[in-house]
Each structure stands twice: as C-alpha cells, then as structure tokens.
C-alpha cells in the first residue's frame, strides 16, 4: 500500500507554502522587531537599564532568525533548556534522518512547511526567554488585543443574540433549536476567518455583524456535517442519565474576535443542554500570532464582565461562573504548540491523547489545526478525511476551519477542480469553510 504523500513545502517554489516563508514569516519578523522597538520605554519604566540591555538582545536573536530565514539556512536546533526543548531536539533529528541519503540539513526551503512554520514561533519564543527580564513578553498581545477592540460591533450583536436566545430556549422545539445550534456552529466558523497570521500581522477583525451575514456565507461551506454533529448530541442529550455527562471538548484557535464566537457556542451547549461540560485547550506560549493563550481568554472574559454594554457584560460575568463552576475547563498541553502532526499524539503526549478520548465530540478550531489533522500534505482532495487522519480517532471529531492552506481533503469528485478553474485561489483566501466530520454516525 502507498503512504501518505509528501508534505506541503516551500521547496515547491511558487506554492502558497514557499509565498509564505519568503514573504509573509520575514514580515511577521520584522512586525515583532518593531514591537520590542516601540515597547522600549516601557521596559525601561519597568526594569531600568536591564530593560533596555534586553530589549536589544532579543531584537538582535530576532534580526538573527530573519537571516537565517532568508537565506535558508540549516535550522539549528534550540539552546535554551525548556520543558520541550528536547522533543523539539529531537523532532529536529528525525527530520535530518529523513533526508540522510542526500547528506542534506533540514532547511527553511527545503523542509515540511508545518515544521519550518512552528519552528520560526518557537525561535520567537527562545529569543523572548533568552532575554530576561522581559522573558514574559508576549511579543503579539497587542495585535491580539487591537483585534478584539476592533471587533467591538460584532461582539455586542452576538452576546445580545445570546442572551435574548437564553431567555426562550427553554420553549424552543427540537427543530428551532436545531437552527440556532446551527447558527452558533456558523458563528463559530466565520470567526476563524480573523486570523492575524495570514495577513502578517495585519490586523483582521470582524466589523459587520456576522448574524446577518450567515444565509449569504452558506454556498462558501463546502463541506457542512453540521447534521451529524447534532444528531451526536441530541442523542447524548436524550440517553443521559440524571448524573452523567456529555463532555465537548474545543481546540481552540485565534483570540479576539474568534474566542468570543467560541466562547457563544461553549454557552449554547451548555443552555441547550446538549452539553454538560466544556473543555478547552489553548496555547502554552504566544504562537502563529493571534493564538488564544490562557492569559488571553482571562483577559477577553474581564473585559467583557467590564463592559457598560449590559448584554455583553453578562456574558462575561456567566462565563466566568461557568469556569468557577468547573463546567467550562481551560487546559493547555505543550503539544499543541510542537510541529508533529497529530497522528504522532498518542507516541508523543500520550497523557493528552487519553483526556482527548474522554470527550464525546471535539471540536477543532482553525486551519492550522487542519493542517496538524491531515499532517499538511498533498492529498488528493477526494480522499476520505478518515483516511487523511492517519489513524488519529481519540473521539468523534470535527474541524471547524475556514481555507488557508493548500490542504484538503474529503470533497465530492469534481468539486476542488471546479473550485479552482472559477477561483484559483481558493484554498488560501479563508472565504471558504467546512464543518468536517469524522466519527461513528
Ligand atoms: O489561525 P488559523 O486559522 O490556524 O490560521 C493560521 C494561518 O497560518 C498559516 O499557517 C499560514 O501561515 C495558514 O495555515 C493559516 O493561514
Ligand atoms: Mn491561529
């Protein structure tokens, strides 16, 4: 039987891979150079000469990475001794010992793109750390910030929509509660349109209201298992126990705007009671610019509880119970911030792949994590997502993603050729989306 075919890279000049590593990475570079820059001041304030002595090592580790980037040379493995500096070590190995036979060294060009691109945030992450004081920076929490302040509009019509749907939903029959899990669910899709990696850097929020947008953004789903996921809950909602638990699992994606939608549809489940309990994971550090790290969703959820908004602010005082309440649990793991594809969990975090397997349905947010799914590769776009998955079943799951990357699998024979004779760029420009699902029906 063939193996899975070869990883999407850079070395495939031309492709949306190598686009980004010669252009879009050395942008984001360059963007958290400027940040440290223009954060000088304050880290004087706050540290006084050792501020600014570190302030200029890290720019100089930074401007260092840019050129190796550059000009494509060997990627070195990390120095600075940290909880997975050896698995990144050793990852770094196993990809050396896959081009052995040509005596060649992993490079930026030549490289799995998904290796090559974590690799540049880990390096972001070394320089930071390898510059005490200022080693808890987050080099990208401004642009995440600006992002959920710009996205003021749409986050004051999506709690009110929550809220006013939590004052009937008790009334609401299957069918009418159906439609709104499936609004939340599109929520929650089209916030993943808001990432900052893809535009490097450049902030993307959500101005208009997305609620009225979301009969007009159907054609753009190109594979909507949304059904399966509500015929999943809806039975683990009428064959519970009164004690017994149904547990949805979110991998989140980016913060700001996205969170928010995430956090809508984490409140529904509960409401509805298609769920009893909610865990999340995020990111240990800073990672692909706009990813949620637990700092960041405590900072979304005070700023909402503050809001003198009354519907906003209630959310944000409602979800901070569910978290003292423990029905909403925030949980990160360092794997989620390691190259490996997924199908590599169960060998590398088994103790993360057993929680995964506990859940009744997860929910995995964002084109990054598709591409961590498929293991970013060259499928043929009508093979099965079963297959592409490579053995990775922890639990019925579903990405919930909008395109971003030159990897899809799972659609109907003919579809991804039609697609690109009417728009070339499809599978890059996040205007599409899918709800893909993968489980026992
Ligand atoms: O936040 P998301 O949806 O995972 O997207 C991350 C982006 O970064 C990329 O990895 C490209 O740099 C794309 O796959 C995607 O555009
Ligand atoms: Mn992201």
């Known amino acids: ?138 080099i990208f929490k401004e642009l995440k910030d600006q992002n959920f302040f ?31 899990f499936f609004k939340v669910l599109q929520i929650s899709l089209w916030g993943n349109k808001c990432d900052l990696s893809l535009s490097g850097g450049k902030t993307i929020s959500q101005k208009t209201n997305l609620i009225n947008s979301l009969e007009d953004l159907k054609p753009f789903i190109l594979v909507n298992d949304m059904e399966h996921l509500w015929s ?38 509960l409401s509805s009671k298609l769920a009893t309990e909610i865990h999340f994971y995020g990111k240990t550090i800073p990672w692909f610019v706009s990813d949620t790290t637990l700092h960041d969703s405590n900072w979304i959820i005070e700023q909402l509880k503050h809001s003198n908004h009354k519907w906003v602010s209630k959310c944000g005082v409602d979800w901070e119970n569910h978290i003292k309440m423990g029905r909403w649990v925030y949980l990160d793991h360092i794997f989620w911030t390691l190259p490996h594809e997924f199908s590599a969990m169960p060998q590398v975090a088994p103790d993360l792949y057993a929680t995964l397997q506990k859940a009744h349905l997860i929910l995995f947010k964002g084109d990054l994590n598709y591409r961590k799914l498929t293991g970013d590769r060259r499928w043929e776009f009508t093979v099965p997502f079963h297959e592409a998955l490579n053995g990775f079943h922890p639990a019925p799951l579903c990405s919930i993603r909008t395109l971003k990357a030159e990897v899809q699998v799972g659609l109907q024979p003919g579809q991804g050729e039609q697609l690109t004779a009417s728009v070339p760029n499809w599978l890059t420009i996040g205007k599409y989306g899918i709800f893909q699902f993968d489980g026992p029906l």
Not at 160 to 171: C, R
Not at 242 to 255: P, Q
Not at 259 to 264: A, E, G
Request: aromatic letters at 8%; charged letters at 30%; a negative charge.
């Open 1 to 138: 039987m063939a193996g899975p075919p070869v990883s999407l890279s850079a070395r495939d000049v031309g492709s949306f891979a190598y686009l980004t590593v010669k252009d879009r990475l050395p942008q984001i570079l360059t963007k958290a150079i400027d940040t440290l820059h223009r954060h000088k001041s304050e880290f004087f304030k706050k540290h006084g000469e050792k501020g600014l002595e570190a302030e200029k090592k890290a720019i100089s580790l930074l401007s260092k990475l840019r050129n190796e980037l550059q000009t494509d040379k060997p990627i070195v493995p990390l120095v600075e001794k940290f909880v997975d500096t050896d698995l990144w070590n050793q990852y770094l190995e196993y990809q050396q010992s896959l081009l052995n036979e040509s005596n060649g060294k992993p490079r930026w060009f030549l490289s799995p793109w998904l290796f090559v691109e974590c690799y540049m945030y880990r390096r972001i992450h070394e320089a930071i750390i390898q510059s005490p004081p200022i080693d808890d920076f987050d």
């Open 150 to 180: 710009e996205s003021q509009e749409s986050i004051i019509a999506l709690c009110t929509h929550l809220q006013e749907l939590m004052k009937t939903i008790e009334e609401l029959d299957e069918n009418q509660l159906k439609n709104e």
């Open 232 to 269: 999943l809950l809806s039975n683990c909602k009428k064959k519970r126990e009164k004690a017994s638990i149904t547990r949805v699992d979110i991998v989140l994606d980016n913060s700001g705007f996205e969170l928010v939608t995430d956090l809508v549809l984490a409140d529904f489940l």
